[in-house]
């Protein structure tokens, strides 16, 4: 009993000495100084803003005067706001405009490379768009589709096409931005499925070629679906960018003509940094946040992300 | 020899009608990717005056440096009205270094102090690790934007518009993706070297300064040519924050170039020259880090 009774206090104070030790040994001091610049650049620039965009979102604030709490007022206004809703649905068309066609083109693209050549300069003249950046390649695409002096509208003129207005006009101005995008990404696009392809063991074509399987069914059976981890990146990254779109935007059309390529974060943009409604702006950033959010989870139960097709 | 003989032994035994399709398909697949840069560069090199004669030539009509030179300022604004031009002027060197100042600050700060975290996440004991780096993790799904707007007004209340210091800040001390992309490489590599250092007495710092860093000279240079092409192509925050002539970046000053253009048409020949001169960067790169950007590229998709 007595012994006991020494001991118990000695071994609570160790056990407090050793949890005050996981916190404060040398290792884990070392450890913090390792990531404290990383820790204070998060804090500042990534976990407080995201906190402050969200409490922003429940005020009027022009910058000038303080901000003035108006609960759900924001989210109340963009539900009736139709310039909001034409943003949300002119976004979904670029996004559908945009995705299917470039993540085809880019597949076809790298099945096309794996078939005839491994060179890397192939590779690289193909992911040049992709490394120039939005600015630049919607500059260069204005010019190509001027609609008096663009290469463009010379080269259909020699199969008697008439003159397109591209960016100029209500119904082709958002394909044509689209268009602009896919040619920027289809080649990166088809690095990354190219790369996918590698992986894929050369035993099982040989296999399905004794077997007797067409080219066809090679492609459906064994490429795709081994492919799957690779397609599930590529949809989920590039159509959290697509729904982003912005710099071409900001080059080219600014919105216009009328509102045919008023996307989104231009909208966002226009509110937040031409009319200073920050509340507002921020009200409508967090909803694409939770967009993008429910879009990325709907992605990832449909493809069945978690699963591979390997084994 | 030996191995040129092989190789043409491969073609002749594989050579058919479906391969030589398919080399077609690829090649206009090339023709599609390259002839945007070739118009872009044929315009650059055709005078002003002369774009009206003949729009649909793939060669420059009267091939000059004339655009070229204007746009890196060596040529005066009277001369150049004279030959055509507008009476625009882009100052393009001026903006050439504020890009490569703004690209190397991020490029070294950010990969250097991404290492750092990186290293305590994947090698260092301390309570809240995983907490930390899920936080870390988490941060790679907010869109730009959100973070942009308040980001914004914090620059603006420190009175860091159009400062360098207002621009490099949110990139500067680390992105998600530097730390979680550098944490899955050091996981990777053997303890043996960082322990033999230990027991020579090594402080910690002293071990990831001559043993960590050293032998992930690869990962490291992977990681800094995404960024540093990621940040020469950055257009969204500088736009938002530094629009002044002093600290525009090239991508920020071609805009404000194109959309404050005087009525009419834009100098085309001019902004192509300047829009050309800017990729010339990305295409040394290319020549000399190739083979390594493009292994980059495709491991950025194998997370």
């Known amino acids: 009993m ?9 071994l609570e104070q ?33 976990a407080v803003p995201a906190v402050r965009a969200f409490m922003i979102s429940f005020t009027e604030w022009n910058l000038l005067r303080a901000p003035k709490n108006v609960g759900l007022d924001n989210y109340r206004e963009l539900m009736t706001d139709p310039q909001f809703w034409n943003a949300l649905k002119v976004t979904g068309l670029y996004v559908i405009y945009n995705i299917p066609l470039q993540t085809v083109i880019g597949l076809f693209m790298a099945v096309v490379m794996d078939r005839v050549t491994k060179s890397i300069l192939v590779r690289g003249l193909l992911v040049l768009p992709y490394l120039i950046s939005n600015v630049v390649v919607a500059l260069i695409f204005l010019w190509m589709l001027d609609p008096l002096l663009g290469y463009v509208n010379a080269f259909l003129g020699l199969f008697g096409i008439d003159r397109q207005p591209f960016f100029g006009s209500v119904s082709q101005a958002l394909p044509t931005i689209a268009g602009v995008n896919i040619w920027r990404h289809m080649g990166f696009t088809a690095l990354l499925f190219y790369a996918g392809l590698q992986s894929i063991p050369k035993s099982l074509y040989e296999a ?37 779109i912005f710099d071409t935007v900001a080059v080219t059309t600014q919105g216009g003509p009328v509102n045919a390529t008023r996307v989104i974060v231009w909208y966002i943009y226009e509110n937040a940094f031409l009319f200073f409604k920050m509340g507002y702006a921020t009200a409508m950033s967090v909803v694409l946040f939770l967009i993008l959010i ?11 992300a978690d699963s591979s097709d390997l084994e | 020899m030996a191995l040129a003989s092989k190789q043409s032994q491969v073609i002749k035994k594989s050579f058919s009608w479906g391969y030589a399709v398919t080399w077609l398909l690829l090649a206009i697949l090339i023709i599609i990717t390259i002839l945007p840069f070739w118009i872009a560069l044929k315009t650059a090199l055709s005078t002003p005056s002369s774009l009206f004669v003949n729009p649909g030539s793939l060669l420059p009509t009267d091939a000059t440096l004339f655009n070229f030179r204007r746009a890196l300022g060596l040529i005066s604004l009277e001369e150049s009205v004279a030959a055509g031009g507008s009476g625009q ?54 869109p730009n934007i959100v973070l942009f707007i308040p980001n914004f007004i914090l620059i603006k209340n420190l009175g860091w518009l159009n400062t360098m210091q207002g621009m490099v800040a949110p990139f500067f ?11 899955q490489f050091f996981l990777g590599i053997p303890k043996s070297l960082e322990e033999a250092a230990k027991l020579d007495g090594a402080s910690p710092f002293g071990t990831f300064w001559r043993i960590v860093l050293p032998i992930s000279r690869t990962p490291l240079i992977t990681l800094a040519i995404l960024t540093s092409i990621n940040a020469w192509n950055e257009f969204f925050w500088p736009f ?18 194109r959309t404050q253009t005087p009525q009419g048409a834009p100098d085309w020949t001019g902004l192509m020259a300047a ?29």
């Open chain 1, 2 to 10: 007595g012994v006991k009774s020494y001991t118990r206090p000695k």
């Open chain 1, 14 to 46: 160790s056990a407090w000495r050793r949890n005050l030790k996981l916190v404060f040994n040398q290792e884990s001091l070392t450890a913090w100084l390792f990531i404290l610049p990383s820790l204070i650049g998060f804090v500042i620039f990534f």
């Open chain 1, 208 to 244: 399905a070629t004794i077997d007797g399987a067409n080219e066809w069914r090679m492609f459906r059976h064994i490429t795709l679906p081994l492919l799957r981890p690779v397609t599930v990146f590529v949809l989920v990254t590039s159509i959290i960018g697509s729904f982003q």
């Open chain 1, 294 to 304: 429910v879009v990325t989870l709907l992605q990832m139960r449909i493809l069945r």
């Open chain 2, 89 to 142: 002027s882009i100052n393009f060197l001026l903006f050439l270094r504020t890009t490569l100042i703004f690209t190397a600050l991020i490029v070294i700060a950010q990969t250097f102090f991404s290492a750092m975290a990186a290293y305590a996440f994947a090698r260092m004991k301390f309570v809240g690790r995983e907490l930390i780096f899920f936080f870390y993790l988490s941060a790679l799904m907010i």
């Open chain 2, 173 to 183: 001390l680390m992105t998600p993706f530097a730390v979680f992309f550098l944490r």
């Open chain 2, 240 to 257: 938002l924050v530094g629009k002044d002539e002093e600290v525009r970046v090239l991508t920020v000053a071609l805009q404000i170039f």
């Open chain 2, 275 to 303: 829009t050309f001169l800017a990729i010339i960067p990305i295409f040394i790169l290319m020549v000399v880090l190739g083979r390594q950007v493009i292994n980059s590229l495709q491991f950025s998709g194998m997370k």
